[in-house]
């Protein structure tokens, strides 16, 4: 086989970009917020945990960026439009959309734009309250995300029809 394969190349970036994206939720989830939280004065655990995820920030937005562009393109190259009229045969295809939309809202609109004045005014009264608060998120998000990842793996081979 030779030559330029755009669906291979596609599907790849696509895998590369869900890797860093969801492996570096995974990474924050797991590792950093219960480092930040382990830190033994409440009142720098938010700063600590804003200094060191924003690090992880423009990676994320370009990996949802490229994950976006490369879903996209799989999805006009396949045809395959009509998988989202059959909820129950393709659900995952759902999920995917919509664990990117929750996620680009809250990389390119929420986060810079309103959540983090919000944690800045609660954590002022509630430090450990926030940092609780920013876990159980972290936790729901990755828990989505983990479940849609399986799906769309094991779908795209044929399994997971309800």
Known sequence: MT????FAIARALHVLAVLLWIGGVA???MVLIPACRAQVEAASQL???????HRFAAI??????????SGLWLTW???????FADFAGWWWMHGMVAVWTIFALMLFVLEPFVLH??????ARRDP???MARIQRAHVVLLTVSLIV???AVAGSHGGWVF
């Open 3 to 6: 030559g330029f394969n755009d």
């Open 27 to 29: 990474f924050v989830t």
């Open 47 to 53: 700063e600590l945990f804003e200094r060191l995820e």
């Open 60 to 69: 994320a937005r370009w990996s949802v960026l490229l994950a976006g562009a």
């Open 77 to 83: 190259r396949l045809d395959a439009w009509s998988r």
């Open 117 to 122: 004045k919000l944690f800045q005014t609660h």
């Open 128 to 130: 450990l309250g926030t």
């Open 149 to 151: 990842v399986v799906g």
